[in-house]
């Protein structure tokens, strides 16, 4: 079913704004928790935001007030909205899928998609 299309990132200026989306073309988003996840560069992948399949959104403290996540079912789409970025907020942007409430699936897995870069310079 193929695996999600991350798109978006670019490189910034410290308080610019990229939007990131995640589609996908196989599989029905709505019907999945997704997050989005990065990774800075030496560091731990970290979940940044995620988007129940509810609608209930949840966005990790380090971006809380910076970042926000949506749902565009007609589009299948799930964006992360960026604002106020910051240095540290360089890394690479993973979308992953789960039906699972607690965990998600190994990221070797097509659940995953293979991430997109955002750079924020000073």
């Known amino acids: 079913q193929g695996r999600p299309v991350e798109s978006g990132g670019g490189l910034v200026q410290a308080g610019e704004s990229l939007r990131l989306s995640c589609a996908h073309s196989?599989?029905?988003?709505?019907?999945?928790?997704v997050g989005w996840f990065r990774q800075a560069p030496g560091k731990a992948r970290e979940l940044v935001a995620q988007i129940r399949r509810s609608g209930n959104l949840a966005v990790a403290d380090p971006v809380k007030g910076r970042f926000a996540i949506s749902r565009d079912n007609a589009k299948n789409t799930v964006f992360l909205q960026m604002n106020s970025l910051k240095v540290e907020d360089t890394g690479v942007y993973y979308c992953?899928?789960?039906?699972?409430?607690?965990?998600?699936?190994?990221?070797?897995?097509?659940?995953w998609g293979q991430g997109t870069q955002v750079t924020v310079s000073s």
């Open positions: 992953a899928l789960t039906t699972s409430e607690n965990t998600f699936p190994d990221s070797n897995s097509d659940y």
């Open positions: 196989g599989r029905r988003l709505r019907d999945y928790r």
